[in-house]
């Protein structure tokens, strides 16, 4: 139970590491859209970031066990697994990303890319959009944004204003915003060129979660990819949480940008495995052969049988049950019956997002924008009384990340917007 197990975990677990609400919830189990805590309630997962095709997905749990039992070893071996997974893996990929490091956790693969930028170019320097997470390792600590910084170096990292159309110079009726913005990270290459320190990557997410939800402007990568090529420096794709068709339109986030904008480094991980450790960085031969030269890549755990199991079946889940599709409608569905509870309740800013993965910003003030940040950590705890999960992002943190699994249907999002009215209504 919650009483007991939480004085333990206290005891052995770091500060930094804290639970998602004031009185924790000790889930037991999940299955599909839902999760079912210690008493046998169930609570709608809203706030799900890794299970992709829903929790304990039959299929999923079915491979696993089958693989676990038969063989599990290192990518030293070979085994079918491995090279059929790599190959419907970069199937879903713009050509020539063909060659796959796999690792364990989106932390190592944008760790890898950086690593290989750096060495390619014998350069130093990221420019990053600001507010990012990228991960744990000492090198992607030092492109996080300052508040996961402790002992970094963030001398070469340089980060460029989030694109914000809520809250930017630039609006959603302005359709040059995207080229307004990309600007700023435009200036910052020359900038830097001009200092004698040319960047080394280009490192950014398809819709940014810890910048609060932002939906990048149309227009705002394609111009930043061709000064990118200009300058020498090469581009990272962290697709850790926008990949595998979350966003609806396409399959990966940085292809709802246009077909210019192709990475040199795609960078994944959380839904690959729909909660099973299952990381990436691809690449293509080219780079991968230059990056030869240093030696050789091995990690142990990275590409296991398991792990390439869970990975291809994911694979075929998302396309047999059309859970990109799903992603597209349902999470417009979702948006829409979010938007119009907003004539209603003064505290919604704006609603914003692609596919499944949106935000709804609570604000004090509809004019000045004021942050209605403990008002929105509160709807989380009253959301979560009514069964409802769901939990706040954003530099203020007065933004609602909404993540479902991709299984997430109508009814869901009916219900989640009746339990966000109710509680709006109730006010506090
Ligand atoms: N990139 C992004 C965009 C992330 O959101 C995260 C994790 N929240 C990571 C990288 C790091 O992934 P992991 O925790 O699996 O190391």
């Not at 240093?294 to 079946?313: D, I, K, M, Q, W």
């Not at 004539?343 to 924008?369: A, C, M, N, W």
Request: overall charge negative.
């Amino acid at each position: 139970t919650a009483e007991r197990a939480l004085p333990k975990r206290h005891h052995h677990l770091p500060n930094s590491h804290p639970t998602y609400f004031t009185n924790p919830i000790a889930m037991v189990r999940a299955r599909d859209c839902r999760f079912y805590d210690e008493h046998g309630r169930s609570y709608l997962d809203a706030l799900n970031n890794v299970t992709l095709v829903g929790h304990g997905h039959p299929r999923l749990v079915d491979v696993a066990a089958r693989q676990l039992g038969r063989l599990n070893t290192n990518t030293r071996f070979v085994y079918d697994v491995l090279s059929e997974y790599a190959e419907r893996l970069t199937a879903t990929l713009p050509d020539g990303l063909d060659v796959v490091y796999f690792v364990n956790s989106g932390s190592e693969a944008n760790d890898l890319a950086l690593r290989m930028s750096r060495y390619l170019t014998k350069r130093d320097d990221v420019v990053i959009i600001d507010d990012a997470y990228h991960g744990y390792t000492t090198t992607v600590a030092d492109v996080s944004p300052s508040r996961y910084k402790h002992y970094g170096k963030p001398d070469t990292t340089h980060p460029t204003p989030v694109p914000d159309r809520y809250r930017g110079r630039y609006g959603y009726d302005d359709p040059e915003a995207g080229a307004h913005y990309a600007r700023h990270v435009i200036e910052t290459f020359d900038r830097l060129a001009a200092e004698g320190r040319p960047p080394a990557a280009y490192l950014f997410e398809a819709l940014l979660a810890g910048g609060g939800q932002v939906v990048l402007p149309p227009g705002y990568l394609a111009p930043i990819f061709a000064a990118a090529s200009r300058a020498g420096a090469m581009t990272i794709a962290d697709e850790v949480q926008v990949g595998f068709g979350r966003l609806g339109e396409a399959f990966w986030g940085f292809q709802t940008q246009g077909p210019d904008v192709v990475p040199d480094f795609v960078t994944m991980g959380k839904a690959m495995g729909n909660g099973f450790p299952v990381a990436a960085m691809v690449t293509t031969r080219e780079i991968s052969q230059a990056f030869d030269a240093t030696g050789r890549f091995f990690s142990t755990y990275g590409g296991n049988p398991v792990a390439c199991a869970v990975g291809l079946e994911l694979l075929k889940v998302v396309e047999e049950e059309g859970l990109q599709q799903n992603a597209l409608e349902t999470g417009q569905y979702l948006r829409d019956v979010l938007a119009a509870l907003a004539p209603k309740h003064e505290l919604i800013g704006d609603v914003r997002g692609q596919g499944f993965y949106s935000g709804v910003e609570f604000v004090l003030d509809r004019e000045t924008k004021e942050p209605a940040s403990e008002e929105t950590l509160l709807i989380c705890e009253r959301l979560k009384d009514r069964g409802v999960l769901v939990y706040p992002t954003g530099p203020a943190w007065n933004i609602l990340k909404l993540k479902p699994p991709l299984s997430f249907t109508r009814d869901h999002a009916d219900e989640f917007a009746a339990a966000l009215d109710a509680v709006l209504e109730e006010g506090w």
